[in-house]
Structures are given as structure tokens and as C-alpha cells.
């Protein structure tokens, strides 16, 4: 069994559900609180024991290798001014040399096209794929417990959450089979099911370990679902030679390629911050008085 020392980053996308604010900037680097969206996500692998980090960017992406490459301008600023707990925490953050690779996604079609756009940099060995729209919130990340079940099993692992059985039909779906140390046998994978069809409630939350013969299945795969090279199809296809075990995470999911989602998760990581939390608290609850009167005009209308 070989170990997950790599991950991918879909980082190609427009993010025009964030225009104006995405016109200049990649939505990978709206900040949650004080980090960009694609650090939290970062932090997450780093965390788990991923060594190579590997970015499928598009045009206009070149902030990201930016924001990943060392400034040295900076760090010597920070350390004059006697900065040092901003520095230190910003060498933290920062990838040691080699452990980044950048490659393009030339033209939009869609998430299986860009993980194979990855596949000369994985190579023939397991890799981890990480969803940068989506973070989470938990004492321990999401990936890192991945590995520990692909450990276990030594196969293909995908993160999943429960959802509201009536939303089912919005997400990829899995079925549930037996009980396998941390995590369990997906018996069938269903994009976005018809109401009332899907096996389970349990939805796919954007955190992938798969094995490297999902690139030669993705390389033949015909277009899905919004005329795109969708990977749930593909990892359909490879189910059928490998089994898949689904990682059943319990902590929050904030999907920041939506402003409902990432609003959500500013407000959800400033009151998990110990130095934040007091005043976010306050902050909260003031909003919420003030806005019972709106909602009494409202009614009252």
C-alpha cells in the first residue's frame, strides 16, 4: 500500500457567483476572517501529512502561486518592525521549497477534466483531492482521518455528511453498507439523484483519496452533466474494479462558492477564535435584536 503523499487543488474556476468581487481576484482568495479561503483548505492537507501540494489553476490564478511562494520584502519588513508573532505564523503557513506545483486547466470542462489535467504530476500512486469551495470546522481535519481509514482499507475513500433526506436529490449520494472501522462500504454512487430515489441521505462533502486509476477512466470519459467531464461518473466506473469507503465526517461544511455559504463560515470561524469570539458574540446578538423590528414591517405589510 503506497502512501497518500499528494493532493490536487481545483482552483481553475471563475467564481461568478462572486462578481463583482471575482472579476480581479480568484475566489480562492476571498478571506474567511483573516486567511484565504485556499489556505484553510491547505492547512487541511498540510495537517494530514500531504507533501506535494498540486494547484490546477486557470487564467488570472497567478495570485495563488503568489500567495504560496516566500516574500521576502515582507517577512524582512515584519521582522524590523518586531513583528515577530505575524512572521512566525506566516512561515508556518509557508510550503518548503518544491512541495507546490502549478498546472493549467486551458479551458473549462469541468471537475474529472481538471483532475486529469493532474495526472503527470501524481503519477502512478495514490492521491488525496481536495474540493477548495469547501472548508471545515473541527478540532481535527477532515483529510487527516481519511487517511487514517485509507490506511485501513487501502483503497479509494470519500468524505461524506448527512443531509436532510428531502435535499437529497441536490447532492452526489452514496449507499451505505457495512461498518468498516472508521468509515464504511459505499455500495453505489448516485449524482443528484430524483427525489425519493437516492440509496441514503449520505452526500458527498468535497474530500477525495483516490487511487491513480481514476486518469486513465477520466482520459476516456465522455462529457455528463452540464456537457462537463464529471468525476462522480468516473469514480462510478472505477467502483466497479475497487471498492470505495465512505469517511462519515461529523464536523461543519461551509461551501464558500456561495455567498450564502461563505458568509457563514466568516461568522462560524471569527466565534471559533478564542480572541475573536467575545466581540463576534456581542456583535451577533446585537444584529439579531435589530432585526426583529424588520421583520414585524415585513409581516405588518
Not at 507533501?51 to 524582512?76: M, S
Not at 472505477?238 to 465512505?246: T, V
Request: charged share 25%; hydrophobic share 40%; proline share 6%.
Amino acid at each position: 500500500m503506497k502512501k497518500v503523499r499528494k493532493a490536487v487543488f481545483p482552483v481553475a474556476g471563475l467564481g461568478t457567483r462572486f462578481l463583482p468581487a471575482t472579476k480581479a481576484i480568484p475566489k480562492e482568495m476571498l478571506t474567511v476572517v483573516d486567511k484565504p479561503v485556499i489556505q484553510y483548505v491547505v492547512d487541511e492537507a498540510r495537517e494530514a501529512g500531504i507533501e506535494h501540494l498540486i494547484f490546477v489553476t486557470g487564467r488570472n490564478k497567478a495570485v495563488i502561486e503568489d500567495h504560496f511562494d516566500v516574500q521576502v520584502e515582507l517577512y524582512d519588513t515584519l521582522a524590523q518592525r518586531g513583528r515577530d508573532a505575524q512572521l512566525e505564523r506566516l512561515k508556518r503557513m509557508q510550503p518548503e521549497p518544491g512541495q507546490t506545483s502549478f498546472t493549467r486547466q486551458q479551458v473549462p470542462l469541468g471537475l474529472g477534466h481538471a483532475v486529469w489535467c493532474a495526472r503527470d504530476i501524481v503519477g502512478n500512486e495514490p492521491f488525496a483531492l481536495l474540493l477548495p469551495d469547501m472548508i471545515m470546522q473541527s478540532e481535527r481535519g477532515c483529510m487527516a482521518s481519511m487517511i487514517e481509514l485509507y490506511e485501513t482499507t487501502g483503497n479509494n475513500v470519500i468524505a461524506v455528511q448527512e443531509c436532510d433526506p428531502k435535499d437529497a436529490h441536490k447532492y452526489g449520494i452514496v449507499g451505505k453498507g457495512a461498518d468498516t472501522g472508521t468509515g464504511f462500504e459505499v455500495t453505489e454512487m448516485v449524482e443528484k439523484p430524483p427525489q425519493g430515489t437516492a440509496p441514503s441521505n449520505f452526500y458527498l462533502n468535497g474530500r477525495y483519496i483516490l487511487q491513480p486509476d481514476i486518469f486513465d477512466i477520466l482520459a476516456a470519459q465522455e462529457r455528463g452533466a452540464g456537457n462537463e467531464i464529471q468525476l462522480t461518473d468516473a469514480m462510478v466506473k472505477l467502483q466497479k474494479a475497487q471498492p470505495f469507503y465512505g469517511y462519515h465526517y461529523t464536523g461543519r461544511t461551509f461551501d464558500c462558492g456561495s455567498p450564502e455559504g461563505f458568509v457563514a463560515a466568516n461568522i462560524a470561524f471569527a466565534l471559533w477564535r478564542p480572541d475573536l469570539n467575545a466581540a463576534m458574540s456581542e456583535v451577533v446578538a446585537q444584529f439579531m435584536e435589530e432585526i426583529k423590528p424588520v421583520e414585524r414591517r415585513a409581516v405588518a405589510r
